[in-house]
């Protein structure tokens, strides 16, 4: 008897993505034949990761010109991407391998044309200009009533770029080590609130990820994050350094709260035009509900994980099913308890890590799943990328969860010298 017959799908693929070639290939198994599509120069920068694709996958170097003309003869039913710097080729090639009816809004990933639609929408309350050189700044600034502002690249993920401009000597410290002008905005900073229930170690920052498919929306979940950490001045070219540090699921929000962040989501990429793919939207809780942070065109890199834990979707193979044209149903039912990834940040960059602490050690604390990460004594803090640990925990609920989460903290905080 013949296998049955899968979609073939373009995956516009490059490194450090939400999901790497092995989490695609387990995802794809019975879901569609995955076709790699990679630009010359990820391919040329990343000999190695080529050699490990072509053993599993079909997989095409696009050419800087005559691209679409290649993948138009691929036979392909659509074309996704885990990666965000690929957010907009993948847009492009879907369109072109689907051909619908309605195009989707222009650049909708460039976080300047998401608050200038929303704005029309009245969906956010964030003024927002363009800066694309210094006078653009100064000028940018007073326009926006010399408020708190944000300074950050148009399209950019992971905090990078990002800095945060409390008055006129902050803007006049950009002008003197800022490198690289072009494609920035600035924007009001959003006045959070915090959680309004939980542990008071939670941050004020949740994210809804949904599934969009033609047929309409499902929200998959709401995650609790802990605070975002702001170093001031640490990162590169004048920028912030600016660091996640957790996720929880599900939020501890009030039901009545889940819902608002759902719906407003939704009215987001309603407005946005978002369809044929899963997305990871940041919301900030204020004292009047929720505002928009960002709206992120792509799988977040540790959430897939989480849901896997609770015995809930693969969201990997949710985003190939709807890419494909394909209707999946969420399966949210079979869910059960709280997981978490935990990732602080050293309160002190300077210096060498000191510690005693071992893996077998945080692995033996109640909820502790995996240590995929700790910085070890004598070792420059950027060797993990200024991390103290990377631990995933699970429990049977969310109080349980949260007893964890906070014994883990106290055991990194303790041993690494971080001041909360």
């Known amino acids: 008897m013949p296998e049955p017959v899968v979609p073939r799908l373009g995956v516009c693929h490059r490194p450090d993505g939400a999901a790497n070639l092995r989490e695609v290939y387990v995802a794809a198994q019975g879901v569609c034949e995955v076709v790699m599509l990679v630009r010359a120069g990820v391919a040329a920068a990343h000999p190695d990761v080529m050699r490990v694709a072509e053993r599993f996958f079909e997989c095409h170097v696009l050419p800087e010109r005559g691209y679409r003309e290649l993948v138009a003869s691929l036979g392909l039913r659509g074309v996704t991407t885990f990666h965000d710097d690929e957010l907009e080729l993948a847009d492009e090639l879907h369109a072109a391998a689907t051909d619908p009816a309605t195009g989707p809004v222009t650049d909708p990933w460039d976080k300047l044309v998401q608050r200038r639609l929303l704005n029309e929408h009245g969906l956010t309350s964030v003024g927002a200009v363009p800066v694309d050189e210094p006078e653009d700044l100064v000028k940018g600034f007073a326009a926006l009533g010399g408020r708190p502002c944000v300074l950050k690249p148009r399209r950019a993920a992971g905090g990078q770029g990002v800095a945060f401009l ?131 065109g792509r799988l977040a890199g540790h959430t897939a994980r989480l849901f896997r834990l609770l015995d809930g979707p693969d969201l990997v193979a949710m985003a190939l099913r709807v890419a494909a044209g394909q209707a999946p149903e969420a399966g949210l039912t079979a869910m059960r308890g709280a997981a978490a990834g935990v990732f602080p940040t050293f309160a002190d960059r300077a210096g060498p890590v000191r510690t005693s602490l071992r893996r077998r050690e945080l692995r033996a604390l109640p909820g502790v799943c995996a240590v995929d990460e700790l910085a070890e004594d004598g070792a420059p803090k950027s060797a993990t990328q200024f991390r103290m640990a990377n631990v995933t925990l699970r429990a049977g609920d969310r109080p349980a969860l949260d007893a964890a989460v906070a014994r883990v903290l106290r055991v990194l905080e303790r041993e690494m010298g971080a001041e909360r």
Not at 193 to 198: C, E, I, L, Q, R
Not at 227 to 237: D, F, I, K, L, W
Not at 262 to 268: D, L
Not at 273 to 294: D, N, P, Y
Request: net charge negative.
């Open 166 to 296: 409390d008055d006129e000597r902050d803007v006049r410290r950009q002008l003197g080590r800022r490198h690289g002008w072009a494609g920035l905005m600035l924007e009001t900073r959003i006045d959070p609130a915090p959680h309004p229930t939980g542990p008071a170690w939670l941050g004020s920052l949740v994210s809804v990820e949904t599934l969009s498919a033609p047929a309409g929306r499902v929200h998959l979940g709401v995650l609790d994050k802990l605070p975002v950490a702001v170093t001031r001045g640490a990162g590169s070219a004048g920028a912030d350094a600016v660091h996640v540090q957790g996720d929880l699921l599900p939020s501890c929000l009030p039901e009545e709260r889940r819902r608002a962040a759902e719906e407003y989501t939704g009215r987001v990429l309603d407005v946005l035009g978002v369809r044929s793919r899963l997305t990871h939207t940041e919301l900030l809780i204020t004292a009047s509900g929720f505002e928009l942070l960002e709206v992120n």
